[in-house]
């Protein structure tokens, strides 16, 4: 499941497993659930979509060759760099079918993916989560033990570790989601120091204030918004395009990269006549929590998932 992408928002679609469980009002109209659903397409039967009652349900590796299609994505913008350095970034989404921090997915297969990550330095991944509190921790354990001089078990220095070009992302599509998760986000961002923090509202369900300590962060944040379409038997729910257009402006206030992938259905990008397509602009290492808008370490975060 690797593609070049339709998504406004990124250049190409890596999926390193497909499968996932539904943790979010986002997940009621799961775009990856009527995918997969779709007859003749790929079979309803490669994976079963867990949910809240229903068990956790069921994760498939992709093949090989998807991952390889990503080491040839890598190779070709290299050699684009190589001919002209202001090539611009090429962004990979990880994963439309699948959550990389999904707690049900064996440490072994996210090991392998961070190695492919940063074998493929040429690339920014973008991996993008419904359960940020778990960043941190699933991360973590994709590492093998530290050891000091005296061959004592310690703790890695995380921003260490971390690939240098790999975005954390997390979705928010309720107040009450951007209130609980922007503190995880803004933790995780705090503790490994990724290329960006982004956030998608998609789909967005009601009118959102960004968390002031995201916005604190200017261009190391991106917003992302959009309006649901149908999928299958769920028919999309609306957005009126003033919650768009609020999100927009706050952006603009603390001059925050802003994309807006569509209106509700998928018919139309413009707000107000136009269309919002920013993207960050890669920069040097991550600054310190303290230079970056001081994000702080909640206590205490709760699970999702």
């Not at 961002?189 to 009601?206: T, V, Y």
Request: glycine share 8%.
């Amino acid at each position: 499941m690797a593609e070049n992408s339709k998504i406004s928002w990124t250049d190409d679609t890596f999926n390193p497993w497909i499968g996932c469980t539904k943790v979010s009002p986002a997940c009621d109209g799961c775009y990856a659930e009527a995918l997969m659903g779709m007859p003749g397409r790929f079979g309803p039967a490669r994976v079963q979509w867990g949910a809240p009652g229903q068990g956790e349900g069921t994760r498939d590796r992709t093949a090989p060759s998807t991952w390889a299609k990503v080491r040839k994505w890598n190779r070709e913008q290299r050699a684009a760099l190589a001919s002209d350095p202001a090539t611009p970034a090429r962004f990979v989404f990880c994963a439309s079918l699948a959550d990389v921090f999904d707690n049900a997915v064996p440490t072994e297969w996210r090991r392998d993916l961070f190695a492919l990550i940063r074998e493929c330095e040429s690339l920014t991944f973008l991996l993008l989560t419904k359960r940020p509190s778990m960043i941190v921790k699933l991360f973590t354990a994709t590492l093998p033990p530290a050891y000091g001089p005296d061959d004592e078990e310690g703790e890695w220095y995380l921003p260490d570790m971390w690939p240098r070009n790999a975005a954390i992302g997390f979705t928010a599509v309720t107040q009450a989601e951007m209130d609980r998760d922007s503190r995880h986000a803004l933790a995780a961002f705090a503790a490994l120091r990724p290329a960006f923090l982004f956030w998608s509202g998609e789909p967005l369900l009601e009118s959102i204030m960004v968390a002031a300590g995201l916005l604190a962060l200017g261009d190391r944040f991106w917003a992302i918004t959009g309006g649901e379409t149908d999928q299958g038997k769920h028919k999309a729910r609306d957005t009126p395009v003033g919650a768009f257009q609020a999100v927009r402006d706050q952006c603009a206030a603390a001059r925050v990269p802003y994309q807006h992938k569509q209106n509700k259905g998928g018919a139309t990008r413009d707000l107000d006549g136009r269309y919002h397509d920013d993207r960050p602009v890669l920069k040097g290492p991550t600054p310190t929590p303290e230079t970056a808008g001081g994000a702080e370490t909640p206590s205490g975060p709760a699970e999702v998932g």
